[in-house]
């Protein structure tokens, strides 16, 4: 008698491997200003430390991000750009505009 070896095989699996969650995208401070008239002050590193890398930001725009206010009895301007990137990808930038003293909002959700 003669034994007669089979190899199983398996069927290739019907399930496709789970895709993996996009990226959030953060936010990049392109730019940031506060100005009245026509002298201004780049305070794009105090929005980059607040920030920078998140999917949302909220803060009060006031004289705690100025070495000095230009015209402190003015109203003046908080000017900022930024983006929202995946690090891979990049969505349109966008240019936002408030008052002193007003609640800054950022997101890129």
């Known amino acids: ?3 007669v070896c089979t190899a199983e095989t398996k069927a290739p699996s019907k399930e496709t491997p789970a895709a993996a969650p996009a990226a959030p995208y953060l936010l990049h401070i392109m730019t940031a200003a506060y ?4 002298t201004g002050e780049d ?15 909220s803060f009060v725009g006031d004289a705690k991000f100025l070495q000095r206010d230009p015209a402190p009895r003015q109203h003046g301007r ?31 959700r």
Do not use: P
């Not at 100005?35 to 026509?38: A, I, M, Q, Y």
């Not at 305070?43 to 930001?57: N, Q």
């Not at 983006?83 to 890129?108: M, P, W, Y």
């Open 78 to 108: 908080f000017s900022i750009i930024y983006e929202c990137t995946t690090g891979f990808q990049s969505k349109d930038a966008v240019h936002l505009v408030f008052r002193k003293n007003e609640t800054i909002q950022l997101g890129c």
């Open 35 to 38: 100005n009245v008239d026509s």
């Open 1 to 3: 008698m003669q034994k």
């Open 43 to 57: 305070v794009v590193f105090s929005v980059r430390d607040l920030c920078e890398g998140k999917e949302t930001c």
